[in-house]
């Protein structure tokens, strides 16, 4: 089974850029979609933004227009960028990975935390 591990988080000031990597033991580009989601403290784990095999890539709202999620099959690597960093991203970041349409994720990252603090 692929095992996913992120890297990038940390200690951000406000206004900055977040860089998230999550590399791969294997091959994703079968994997219909790859996530990105958060967990705040204290607050369930949302969707940040996913990129599916048909093309179709999404956004929660409270990230649309200063992020970007990218996904390299040949490097087996997933990233995501959040741009103009705000307190309200503090939180845990996975990376995982859906098989297929309706399986949902099935596969997680360990979690990278990030805390967006002056």
């Known amino acids: 089974q692929v095992r996913l591990v992120e890297s990038g988080g940390g200690l951000i000031q406000p206004g900055k850029s977040l860089n998230l990597a999550c590399t791969t033991s294997?091959?994703?580009?079968?994997?219909?979609?790859v996530d990105w989601y958060r967990q705040a403290p204290g607050e369930r784990r949302e969707l940040v933004a996913r990129?599916?095999?048909?093309?179709?890539?999404y956004y929660a709202d409270s990230v649309r227009g200063r992020s970007v999620i990218s996904r390299y099959n040949r490097q087996d690597l997933i990233t995501l960028t959040v741009n103009d960093l705000k307190p309200a991203d503090t939180a845990v970041y996975y990376c995982?990975?859906?098989?297929?349409?309706?399986?949902?994720?099935?596969?997680w990252g360990q979690g990278t935390q990030v805390i967006v603090s002056s």
């Open positions: 294997g091959n994703i580009e079968n994997y219909y979609s």
């Open positions: 990129t599916n095999n048909d093309g179709f890539t």
């Open positions: 995982g990975l859906e098989p297929t349409r309706r399986s949902g994720v099935e596969i």
